[in-house]
């Protein structure tokens, strides 16, 4: 069976790191340049010839990473290397997944395309924006669940009244996995948006009334639906408001929104590398889940076992 070896791109070293560690594989010898312009370079410094090579790289800031990682994957096919799986924790883009008004891009699709023209033979990601656009690709797809990072520490909270909410209409189905696990109720926050990243309303649709509430979505931005919608749980006579959110973009306004909002802790996970610390934000590693992840692809195992049933 053909080695493993595991690289790392510019966004995403400390994870990386993590994870070669986890799995028991030194990260892999690769330089990534810049010209002044701004044009990326990059290469391997070791052989890799016949290896089974792992490249990990989150797809934010979306522009450099995603070029980069496309680099890394030419390089790759140019040195031999017998199979190469792109492993992007957060996958970038994956928001315009479909057309919702008239002369847009998918652009969704476009990065899957990107990603198997420059000769990925498989994708590993998690919490996928949208499931379906696992369809968007022509080559194999492991998409890991954040449920099984979440789900232990929110029992470790031992709260009372749980009960679980999603920030909007579209994340019910997300939020409903950790209402089953737990056998408790599920609410729902629908919003209305003026423009990206600016919501003209919300309701709470549920009885939030003395209750220990968890939202529950894949990532946050701005933070502005989640913080919203904690306030608004609050002001519904909810007793605590707790988040977990996958991927920790966390950009324009974030740690503002999230220090003056309602909420008691953000529980979000190392896909993306936060920019700054706050005290009501904690992170939980997935290094463990996706060193897990690799190993089994490797052994050409099933990966089934790594998912809270």
């Known amino acids: 069976m053909s080695s493993v070896k595991i690289f790392a791109g510019k966004g995403t070293t400390e994870l990386a790191s993590s994870i070669a560690e ?3 594989k030194p990260l892999g010898n690769s330089t990534s340049q810049k010209f002044s312009d701004g044009e990326l370079n990059f290469s391997f410094n070791e052989s890799i010839r016949g290896s089974d090579l792992f490249l990990i790289q989150s797809t934010t800031p979306p522009s450099d ?11 790759a096919r140019r040195a031999s290397a017998k199979y190469v799986t792109v492993v992007v924790p957060y996958f970038g883009y ?10 847009v891009s998918i652009a969704a699709k476009m990065m899957a395309n990107l990603l198997t023209a420059a000769g990925a033979n498989r ?27 979440f789900i232990p520490y929110i029992k470790s909270l031992n709260l009372d009244n749980l009960i679980f909410a999603s920030p ?28 990206a990243n600016e919501i003209a309303s919300m309701q709470v649709i549920g009885d939030v009334e003395g209750k220990d ?3 529950v979505d894949d990532l ?33 306004k974030a740690y503002e929104n999230i220090e003056s909002s309602e909420l008691e802790e953000l529980i979000t996970t190392d896909t993306i590398p936060l920019k700054q610390k706050s005290d009501k934000i904690k992170v939980l590693t997935v290094a463990d889940l996706f060193a897990k992840a690799i190993k089994k692809v490797h052994d050409n195992e099933s990966i089934s076992a790594l998912f809270i049933k």
């Open 22 to 24: 986890q799995y028991g």
């Open 213 to 215: 509430v968890v939202l």
């Open 168 to 195: 909007d209409v579209g994340g019910t189905a997300r939020s409903r996995t950790f209402a089953k696990y737990f056998e408790a109720d599920m609410v729902v926050c629908d919003k209305h948006r003026k423009r």
């Open 220 to 252: 946050a931005d701005t933070a502005g639906t989640i913080c919203k919608a904690a306030n608004l749980l609050k002001e519904k006579g909810a007793t605590t408001v707790r988040a977990v959110c996958t991927h920790p973009i966390l950009s324009g």
């Open 65 to 75: 990473n995603i070029i980069e990682l496309l680099l890394m994957i030419d390089a």
């Open 94 to 103: 994956a928001r315009q997944d479909r057309k919702d008004r008239p002369r």
């Open 123 to 149: 994708l590993m990601t998690m919490d996928l924006h949208a499931g379906q656009i696992q369809g968007f690709f022509d080559i194999p797809v492991d998409h890991l669940d954040g449920s099984a990072i």
